[in-house]
C-alpha cells in the first residue's frame, strides 16, 4: 500500500474516532432531551471536522469549574436562602398558588415572604429617573448589577449618582456583564468611576477568546437587571441602564421594557442573589449585610425571588413558566422577546388555551435577533390551532418579560422564554401574588396588546413553502443551541 492511502487511512481513523467520542459524549451529556441527543448526533456525524467545533463551542452548557467554583464558595459563604427574608408566608398563600411557590423554592431557597410593596415604572425613562432618585437618597449603600450598560443618557445619570453616592461615603458597587457591557469596561467611564471609589467587578469575564472554549462557553453570560438600595429598595424587570432608544440596535427602537420598583423583605432576597454575584466575583465579603434587622413588619403581598443560571438546578425557568402556564384558571398573559421553547411549555401553553383559559402572548413584531424570530414563528400554527391568541407589537421592541393569570399573580423579571433563559443566561425574577399589582401590570399588558396586530390562522398558513421550509429549519437547531 502506497504511504499516501496509510496517511489518508490514519487520517480517516482519526477522524472517526474523534467523531464516536463526541458522538458518545453528545449521548451520554446530561440533562437533555432526546431531540437535542440526536440534533447533536447528526450534527457530529454529518458535518465532521465543523460538528466537532460546533459541538466544542456549543454543545454542553459549561460554564467552567472554576466559576462553578467560586459560585457554589460564595453561597456557602453567605448565610442561607431560607435565612435571610425572613418566615415563609406560605401558611398566607391560596392553596391553588402554594405549589407555584413551591416551585421558586425549589430553585434558590428563597421563601414566599409577605409584607411586600410595589409600584410598576411608567416607561424607560421614568425608571431612570426613580434610580438616580433613591440613589440620591442613598445613605448606606447602592448595588447595582445590569447585563448592558450603555454610555448613553440614561447610563450616564446612572453613573454620575453612583459617583455622588460614593463621595458622600456611600459604598457603591456596581457589575456588569463582560460581554454585554465590554464596551463600558473599555472606556473611560468605567475607570471614572473607579477613582471616583465605586467599587466595580466585570461578571464571566471572556479572557482570551482562543483559550475560553476550554474554560466554559463563552456565550453564558449574566443577563441579570438588580438595583438594590440601603438593603430596602430593589428594582428588577427587563430593562438594561439603556435609553429607550438603545444606540446599539437602534434600527429596532424603542426598546419597550417594564420595571418595578419594591419595598419590603423580597428586597434581602434581591440582595443575596446580588451578592452572590459580587462574591463569586471578587474577594470582597459581603455577609455582614444580611446581620442588619428586618424592617418592621407592614401589610403588604406575597413575593418571592427566582433567580436561575447554571450554578443552579436545571430546568428551573422551564418548570417555573410551566406551572404557572398550568394554574390558570380563567385568563393567561405573556409578554417575551423572544419565544424558542421547549416542548413542555409549548404544550402547557397550548393547553391552558384547550381547557378554555383565555390565553394571549405578545410578541415584538419586529425581532432584533432574525434567527429567534424564525424560530418563534415556527411555533404559531399549533398555538393558534390550540385557541392561544397571538399578537405582534408593532411600537418598538417589545423587551418586557410579564406574565399574569387570573388577576391575581405576577411573574416579573429577565428570563425570555427561550433555551438562552433556560440553559446559559443567569436570571432573576419575582413572582408575586397580590390582585392591586397584577391589576397595574395587566392594564402595562393591556397597552402593549392594544398596540399590537393580532396573528391569524390564515395568515401563518397563507405562509409561502419556503417560509415555512425556513422558519422549520432555523427551530430546528434550538436543541443544539
Same mark, same amino acid.
Given at each position: 500500500m502506497h504511504d499516501s492511502a496509510v496517511i489518508a487511512w490514519m487520517l480517516f481513523a482519526t477522524q472517526a474516532g474523534f467523531q464516536l467520542i463526541f458522538i458518545i459524549r453528545a449521548l451520554l451529556r446530561p440533562h437533555r432531551e432526546p431531540s437535542s441527543r440526536f440534533a447533536w448526533v447528526l450534527v457530529i456525524a454529518l458535518a465532521p471536522g465543523i460538528g466537532v467545533l460546533a459541538y466544542v463551542l456549543l454543545g454542553e452548557a459549561n460554564l467552567g469549574r472554576s466559576r462553578v467554583g467560586r459560585m457554589r464558595a460564595a453561597l456557602d459563604a453567605l448565610p442561607r436562602a431560607e435565612q435571610v427574608a425572613g418566615a415563609s408566608a406560605e401558611a398566607a398563600i391560596p392553596e391553588r398558588c402554594v405549589p407555584l411557590f413551591r416551585v421558586g423554592y425549589s430553585v434558590n431557597h428563597y421563601l414566599p415572604v409577605s409584607g411586600n410593596r410595589a409600584i410598576l415604572l411608567p416607561d424607560s425613562a421614568s425608571t431612570i429617573a426613580a434610580? %438616580?432618585? @433613591?440613589? @440620591?437618597? $442613598?445613605? *448606606?449603600? %447602592? *448595588? %447595582? /448589577?445590569?447585563?448592558?450598560? /450603555?454610555? @448613553?443618557e440614561s447610563g450616564l445619570k446612572v453613573m454620575a449618582a453612583l459617583k455622588r453616592a460614593a463621595a458622600r461615603g456611600v459604598v457603591c458597587r456596581a457589575i456588569v456583564d463582560d460581554l454585554g457591557s465590554r464596551a463600558l469596561i473599555r472606556s473611560a467611564h468605567w475607570r471614572d468611576m473607579a477613582l471616583s471609589g465605586v467599587r466595580l467587578a466585570a461578571a464571566l469575564p471572556v479572557g482570551n477568546l482562543l483559550l475560553r472554549p476550554l474554560k466554559g462557553r463563552i456565550d453564558m453570560r449574566n443577563h441579570r437587571k438588580i438595583v438594590v438600595i440601603d438593603n430596602a429598595i430593589t428594582y428588577c424587570g427587563s430593562q438594561n441602564c439603556a435609553d429607550a432608544a438603545f444606540a %446599539?440596535?437602534?434600527?429596532? $427602537?424603542?426598546?419597550v421594557d417594564v420595571m418595578a420598583r419594591f419595598e419590603g423583605p423580597v428586597v434581602r432576597q434581591n440582595q443575596h442573589l446580588f451578592a452572590s454575584s459580587w462574591m463569586a466575583q471578587t474577594d470582597e465579603d459581603l455577609t455582614s449585610l444580611f446581620s442588619e434587622a428586618l424592617p418592621t413588619p407592614v401589610p403588604g403581598f406575597i413575593a418571592q425571588v427566582i433567580g436561575s443560571g447554571a450554578g443552579v438546578r436545571y430546568s428551573a425557568m422551564p418548570e417555573t413558566f410551566v406551572a404557572l402556564m398550568n394554574a390558570a384558571r380563567r385568563e393567561l398573559v405573556i409578554t417575551t422577546p423572544y419565544y424558542v421553547p421547549d416542548e413542555p411549555i409549548q404544550a402547557a401553553l397550548c393547553a391552558s388555551a384547550r381547557r378554555g383559559v383565555a390565553t394571549t402572548i405578545v410578541f415584538p413584531h419586529r425581532n432584533d435577533s432574525w434567527i429567534v424570530a424564525a424560530a418563534s414563528r415556527s411555533y404559531y400554527r399549533d398555538l393558534l390551532e390550540a385557541g392561544v391568541e397571538i399578537r405582534e407589537y408593532v411600537g418598538g421592541l417589545l423587551h418586557a418579560k410579564t406574565l399574569t393569570f387570573d388577576g391575581e399573580t405576577t411573574l416579573i423579571g429577565s428570563a425570555n422564554i427561550d433555551r438562552r433563559s433556560f440553559e446559559l443566561n443567569a436570571e432573576n425574577n419575582i413572582l408575586l401574588h397580590d390582585e392591586f399589582f397584577t391589576r397595574a401590570m395587566r392594564a402595562r399588558q393591556q397597552v402593549f396588546i392594544d398596540a399590537a396586530t393580532p396573528v391569524t390562522r390564515a395568515q401563518v398558513e397563507a405562509y409561502s413553502l419556503w417560509r415555512q421550509l425556513w422558519n422549520n429549519s432555523i427551530a430546528m437547531l434550538g436543541p443544539v443551541l
Open positions: 434610580m %438616580v432618585a @433613591d440613589i @440620591d437618597a $442613598a445613605r *448606606h449603600s %447602592v *448595588h %447595582v /448589577l445590569f447585563y448592558i450598560w /450603555l454610555t @448613553d %446599539v440596535k437602534a434600527k429596532f $427602537a424603542p426598546w
